[in-house]
């Protein structure tokens, strides 16, 4: 049973940094995209990036672009998300996803295997 689990999330001001870890296991992951996605109080789920883990390739959102990076650690099969020059409005919690194929994706119905999330909270 695949399972995510999601840590490093907290209170930053912004500007700081912050590195989300999305622990997978229950399976090797070579033939998987892993995404990272946030949701913030009374918005919609939104996408934020995304690898294919073989491959390597990412996607990013606009908004994220220039700032975070996603990358994974085959021999941990970890999934990270580093997150620099934090915003305010970057305030959500942030789930890990798992899509059973290798291809790239920025719709969630698109992936199967979610985590718990792990919230980030920006100051001003």
């Known amino acids: 049973q695949v399972q995510l689990v999601e840590s490093g999330g907290g209170l930053v001001q912004a500007g700081g940094s912050l590195r989300l870890s999305c622990a997978a296991s229950?399976?090797?992951?070579?033939?998987?995209?892993m995404g990272w996605f946030r949701q913030a109080p009374g918005k919609e789920r939104e996408f934020v990036a995304v690898?294919?883990?073989?491959?390597?390739?990412?996607y990013y959102a606009d908004s994220v672009k220039g700032r975070f990076t996603i990358s994974r650690d085959n021999a941990k099969n970890t999934v990270y998300l580093q997150m620099n020059s934090l915003k305010p409005e970057d305030t959500a919690v942030y789930y890990c996803?798992?899509?059973?194929?290798?291809?790239?994706?920025?719709?969630?119905?698109?992936?199967?295997?979610w985590g718990q999330g792990t919230q980030v909270t920006v100051s001003s």
């Open positions: 996803a798992a899509k059973r194929t290798l291809s790239v994706a920025i719709t969630g119905i698109q992936y199967d295997y």
């Open positions: 229950g399976r090797t992951f070579n033939d998987y995209a």
């Open positions: 690898i294919s883990w073989s491959v390597g390739i990412t």
